[in-house]
């Protein structure tokens, strides 16, 4: 197996730097008809449906991608794969800017990109996991799992500052493209300082787990207990998800609060959603397993959950601060069971290969989001909505506390 890092702090920043922020507008990218969506339903374009399904179908084949974008990243050069989901961006934003009055069309290429965007997180994980100086990967790891929030954040910031919710497309076009230029020039530059060092048999007898040198990866995944990351990681991606119909719930259930308010509104959550990989590092001093801090997170939201369903009867201001905290420790949740997880998993040489498949997990959590809850809140209402939310986050706190003792026996293992 071959090992390449950089051993220049200074060029290992550079590339970090480029890799962030190239991954960060990457992140913003993908949440377009999520940040429109109250401008599109109020215009008549479109209903809450209708725009969850085209960003349902985007994760859907996404999360499908995801599984071999992984795999990849852990056998191939990901600064070319990286390159490759920059590129892709940029042409698909650009056809949808001119073709969004089209909705199977427009739901045809939103899915091109999801393909296309086959290895922004595993490529962008394995390069800060594992190719970085030592001495900043692990700040490097959580930095990167900011990035993802900071996008979805001025997904919204752009939505709402932008004369019409179309220009979100010509906006992550060109940036895309610009981006793609900046990380080209930088890995080229940098490849030189590239140190590539082969790893033999012999050489692993320090990642073993029990007395197996050379673990299968199916073997890892069981006895770790990472089915239950799996579907924690869907749990907390679904109600992560609130967050993208906070603008649209507000501006149906309080009469006088217009669109763009709604939207400048929402940024509370969207803030709580960035501050939370930073809460849960600060955790994961104190919890050394990261399944019972999951369990924790989970087990904090459940009175802020149950506050919601005075939606409507209470001042706005007391419902964004419940789902506030609600997005707080779900964005904990996801540097628990994506970022720690995989990390978890370097040694083997299957950090960008769990990276993938827990980014999977999540973009199905995503999936199911736009497509249970705009259906539930546009044929039932809001209510019947977040009782949904509940639900999960209980299933959530419960099966984390399962999976605990799983977690810590491989862990002791390792």
């Given at each position: 197996?071959?090992?390449?890092?950089?051993?220049?702090?200074?060029?290992?920043?550079?590339?970090?730097?480029?890799?962030?922020?190239?991954?960060?507008?990457?992140?913003?990218?993908?949440?377009?008809?999520?940040?429109?969506?109250?401008?599109?339903?109020?215009?008549?374009?479109?209903?809450?449906?209708?725009?969850?399904?085209?960003?349902?179908?985007?994760?859907?084949?996404?999360?499908?991608?995801?599984?071999?974008?992984?795999?990849?990243?852990?056998?191939?050069?990901?600064?070319?794969?990286?390159?490759?989901?920059?590129?892709?961006?940029?042409?698909?934003?650009?056809?949808?800017?001119?073709?969004?009055?089209?909705?199977?069309?427009?739901?045809?290429?939103?899915?091109?990109?999801?393909?296309?965007?086959?290895?922004?997180?595993?490529?962008?994980?394995?390069?800060?996991?594992?190719?970085?100086?030592?001495?900043?990967?692990?700040?490097?790891?959580?930095?990167?799992t900011i990035m993802s929030p900071i996008g979805v954040l001025f997904?919204?910031?752009?939505?709402?500052?932008?004369?019409?919710?179309?220009?979100?497309?010509?906006?992550?076009?060109?940036?895309?493209?610009?981006?793609?230029?900046?990380?080209?020039?930088?890995?080229?530059?940098?490849?030189?300082?590239?140190?590539?060092e082969q790893i033999l048999p012999e050489d692993k007898k320090n990642?073993?787990?029990?007395?197996?040198?050379?673990?299968?990866?199916?073997?890892?995944?069981?006895?770790?207990?990472?089915?239950?990351?799996?579907?924690?990681?869907?749990?907390?991606?679904?109600?992560?998800?609130?967050?993208?119909?906070?603008?649209?719930?507000?501006?149906?259930?309080?009469?006088?609060?217009?669109?763009?308010?709604?939207?400048?509104?929402?940024?509370?959550?969207?803030?709580?959603?960035?501050?939370?990989?930073?809460?849960?590092?600060?955790?994961?001093?104190?919890?050394?397993?990261?399944?019972?801090?999951?369990?924790?997170?989970?087990?904090?939201?459940?009175?802020?959950?149950?506050?919601?369903?005075?939606?409507?009867?209470?001042?706005?201001?007391?419902?964004?601060?419940?789902?506030?905290?609600?997005?707080?420790?779900?964005?904990?949740?996801?540097?628990?069971?994506?970022?720690?997880?995989?990390?978890?998993?370097?040694?083997?040489?299957?950090?960008?290969?769990?990276?993938?498949?827990?980014?999977?997990?999540?973009?199905?959590?995503?999936?199911?989001?736009?497509?249970?809850l705009t259906l539930i809140a546009d044929k039932f209402g809001w209510?019947?909505?977040?009782?949904?939310?509940?639900?999960?986050?209980?299933?959530?706190?419960?099966?984390?506390?399962?999976?605990?003792?799983?977690?810590?026996?491989?862990?002791?293992?390792?």
């Amino acid at each position: 197996m071959e090992n390449r890092y950089f051993k220049d702090k200074r060029i290992s920043l550079l590339v970090l730097s480029t890799v962030m922020t190239a991954y960060g507008f990457l992140c913003m990218t993908k949440y377009c008809f999520s940040a429109a969506m109250v401008f599109i339903v109020d215009e008549g374009y479109m209903t809450k449906f209708e725009t969850g399904m085209i960003s349902a179908v985007f994760w859907a084949v996404y999360a499908v991608i995801q599984l071999f974008g992984g795999v990849l990243a852990d056998k191939f050069r990901p600064e070319k794969q990286l390159a490759i989901s920059l590129l892709g961006s940029g042409i698909i934003n650009l056809a949808i800017y001119f073709c969004y009055e089209n909705y199977i069309l427009t739901m045809v290429l939103w899915s091109l990109n999801a393909i296309l965007q086959f290895s922004g997180w595993p490529a962008s994980f394995k390069i800060v996991s594992s190719m970085v100086h030592e001495s900043q990967r692990q700040a490097g790891t959580v930095i990167i799992t900011i990035m993802s929030p900071i996008g979805v954040l001025f997904s919204y910031v752009v939505a709402a500052l932008v004369a019409h919710w179309q220009q979100n497309f010509i906006i992550s076009s060109i940036g895309s493209f610009l981006l793609m230029i900046a990380w080209l020039i930088t890995a080229k530059y940098t490849n030189r300082f590239v140190v590539t060092e082969q790893i033999l048999p012999e050489d692993k007898k320090n990642t073993k787990v029990g007395d197996a040198p050379q673990v299968s990866f199916l073997r890892l995944a069981f006895s770790s207990g990472l089915i239950f990351f799996l579907v924690l990681t869907f749990l907390r991606s679904f109600i992560t998800q609130i967050q993208t119909l906070i603008p649209v719930m507000i501006n149906e259930s309080y009469e006088g609060v217009q669109p763009a308010f709604a939207t400048v509104l929402s940024f509370v959550v969207l803030v709580c959603n960035v501050l939370g990989p930073i809460l849960a590092n600060k955790l994961a001093y104190f919890f050394r397993n990261e399944m019972l801090a999951t369990a924790l997170m989970f087990a904090l939201t459940i009175p802020a959950a149950f506050f919601t369903l005075l939606l409507g009867s209470v001042n706005y201001w007391f419902i964004i601060a419940a789902t506030a905290l609600i997005v707080l420790c779900a964005s904990a949740n996801g540097y628990f069971t994506m970022t720690l997880a995989s990390v978890a998993f370097v040694k083997w040489g299957k950090g960008g290969t769990v990276a993938g498949i827990t980014n999977a997990a999540a973009a199905f959590g995503i999936v199911g989001a736009n497509f249970a809850l705009t259906l539930i809140a546009d044929k039932f209402g809001w209510i019947p909505t977040l009782i949904t939310l509940i639900s999960l986050i209980v299933f959530g706190t419960v099966l984390a506390l399962i999976g605990t003792p799983v977690w810590k026996k491989f862990k002791n293992l390792t």
